[in-house]
C-alpha cells in the first residue's frame, strides 16, 4: 500500500480508493499543477505475476487507445521503483452500476435503454479499434457525476483482447486461457475458445436483463455451477420476472444464445434492436413521469451528426457531435420533451444563444448554431469543451491561494464585463457555471449557462419578468431574492460570493433551511474570509464590500471589482488588527 505523501513521478498520493484484483487506485494530485487524477498501481503481492503485470498494462495500453466521451482517459505511463507498473487515469466521482442496482432494484425499458446506449457507443468503438472487452458487467458500469448531469463511463479494458495481437503473445490471449466473470460470460469464454465482439454482445445481454429484471440471468451458489448454466442451461425470458413486452425478451434472448452466430453480429445492430423493441429512445428517469426521446447516434441534426449522449442536465441532455463534413466536433444541447411546450422555458433557453452571440467574448462558451428538432424541441450547438467544472476543481483542492484565486476570477470578471457592456446581467455566476479547460492551470476558464441571463433592453420581457428571482440563492444578490429591478452590481455580488468560497473552501452563508439561508443573505453581516482562512485585511476588503447587501454599495461593475482584487492580492498586507 503506497502511503500518503508517496511521489509517483509528477504525482503525489493523497489518499487510497480501492484495490481489486489486479492492482490497487489511488487518489493524487499532480506536483505542480495540483490537478487530481487516479492513479492504478499493480498489488505489491502480484510484483512477481507476469500475467497479472501484462493484464494492467493491457488495461492502460486499451484505455488510451480509445478516445470517447463514455471511457475513462489515460494520461500516461510508468514504473515504480519496485518494477510495478501504474497508470494515470481521470479521477471519477458517482457509483458503479452493481452498487446503484443492489439499492434501487430493477430498472423501467426506458431508463435500461438510457444506460445501454453510451455503454454501446462506447463498446462499438472499441470494437471497431479491434478491441474486445471481455468483462462487460455492471460494476464496471460507473455513473459519474458531473455539473452537467450524469455520464456513463465503461470502464476496465485489464483482460481486454486485441485482436490483431498474436495468439500466443502472452498467456491473456491463449485460446486456452479462460478470462471474465462467471456471471456475465459467454459460453465460448468459458469453453476457452476464441472471442470476438459477439462476446461482449452476449455480456450486454446480461446486463440488459439485470437491469430489467433486478437479477441476473443465470445464478446458482458456485461458480463452476453458474457455467454451466451458461453453457447447457434454457434461456430465461425476462418477461417472467419483470413486466417486459415480447419484443424486449427477443431481443435479449438474441443476445444470450448460446451459439456465437445466433447473436446480433455488432453491438450497434443489438442497440439499434433494443431500440425498436422499448418502442422508442428514453433518457434516465431522474424526475418522475419523464419520458422522452434521446438522439442516437447517427442521427443528423443540420450540418451535425450526433457521436453519443454525454450528459443528462435538469434541463435538456447533451450529446458529442461531429460536423458532417469537417468532422469538427461540437456540444449538442436539446431541451427535454416535457418542458418544450412551456415557453418561458424555450425562452430561456433560447435567451442562452441570443446572449452569447451578443457577447462574442474568448472566456464565454461559443454557441454556433440554434434550431428546433422535428418533433419541436430546441436545441444549441456550442463548442464541446474538455476539462472540468470550478466546484468539482474546488471540491478536490478545497480552498485556493488569492494569487490562484485572483488568476481563475481574472477571465470571469472580464467576460462579465463584456456581456456588462452589451447590456447583459448573468445572474447565476456560480462555480458549477465556470469551467476550466485543459490541464491545470488552465490554458482557458470559460463562463456557462446564460440561459438566466437578463438582456436589460430586451423588448420581448415584461418588467415583472425582469424581476424575477432567478438564479442560485446561496450565490444571489439580495435584490434578485427579492424579486427587485437589478443590473451588473448582482454580478458583482454573485463574484464576492465566488471569491469568497475560492478562498475558504466554503460560502459565506450556509443554512439547513431555505428560510434561514434567505434570512442571512438579507439580514446578516457580512462574514469575512480571514475569519476561516489566513488572508490579508486588504482583501477581507473587496470581498465585504462586493457583498455588500445594498447595490450603490458595492463596486459599480466586474471590471472595477477585478482592478481592487488585482491590487489586494499584489499589495503588501497590513496587519490585522
Known sequence: MLEEGTEIGDYVIIEHLATGGC????????????????????????????????????????????????????????????GRPFFVMELLS??????????RGRFSPADTLAILTPICTALQVAHDAGIIHRDLKASNVFMADTVGGTVVKLLDFSIAKLLESPPQASGLTSAQRMLGTPSAMAPEQIRG??????????????????????????????????E??????????????????????????????????????????FLSAFTRAVGRPHVLADRPGQDEAVLHPGTHVRDHVVDSLIAIGGFGNVYCARHALLGRRAALKVLHAELATNKTIVNRFIREARAVNLIRHPNVVDVYDVGTLGDGRPFLLMELLEGMPLDAYLERHKRLSPAETLALLEPVCNA?????????????VKASNIFLCGDQPPARVVLLDFGVAKLVHEPGLT?????????????????????????????????????FQMLTGQLPFAAKSPAMRRAL??????????????????????????????????????????????GATMMKPRLLE
Open 521 to 566: 443573505l438579507l439580514h446578516a453581516p457580512r462574514p469575512l474570509p480571514s475569519s476561516v482562512v489566513a488572508v490579508s485585511a486588504e482583501i477581507d476588503d473587496v470581498i465585504v464590500h462586493a457583498m455588500n447587501p445594498r447595490p450603490e454599495n458595492r463596486f459599480a461593475g466586474a471590471r472595477e471589482f477585478l482592478e481592487a482584487l488585482r
Open 416 to 428: 462579465l464585463a463584456a456581456a456588462h457592456e452589451h447590456g447583459i446581467i448573468h445572474r447565476d
Open 463 to 499: 418588467p415583472a419578468g425582469l424581476r424575477q428571482p432567478l438564479g442560485t440563492p446561496e450565490c444571489a444578490a439580495p435584490e434578485q431574492l427579492l424579486g427587485q429591478p437589478i443590473d451588473a452590481r448582482a454580478d458583482v455580488y454573485a463574484l464576492g460570493t465566488l471569491a
Open 228 to 269: 454451466y448454466l451458461h453453457l447447457e442451461g434454457p434461456i430465461p425470458h425476462p418477461s417472467h420476472l419483470a413486466p417486459l413486452s415480447a419484443a424486449i425478451d427477443d431481443v435479449i434472448r438474441r443476445a444470450l444464445a448460446k451459439e456465437a452466430t445466433r447473436r446480433h453480429a455488432t453491438v450497434r445492430a
Open 94 to 103: 458517482g457509483a458503479d452500476l452493481d452498487d446503484i442496482l443492489s439499492t
Open 23 to 82: 492492482g490497487s487506485v489511488y487518489r493524487a494530485a499532480h506536483r505542480v499543477l495540483g490537478r487530481p487524477f487516479a492513479i492504478k498501481v499493480l498489488r505489491s503481492d502480484l510484483v512477481s505475476s507476469r500475467e497479472m503485470r501484462e493484464r494492467l498494462i493491457r488495461e492502460a495500453q486499451a484505455t488510451a487507445r480509445l478516445r470517447h466521451p463514455n471511457l475513462v482517459e489515460v494520461y500516461g505511463y510508468g514504473e515504480l521503483a519496485d
Open 193 to 226: 475458445e476464441p472471442v470476438d465482439a459477439r462476446t461482449d454482445i452476449y455480456a450486454l445481454g446480461v446486463l440488459a436483463f439485470q437491469l430489467l429484471t433486478g437479477q441476473l440471468p443465470y445464478d446458482a451458489d458456485e461458480p463452476h455451477e453458474v
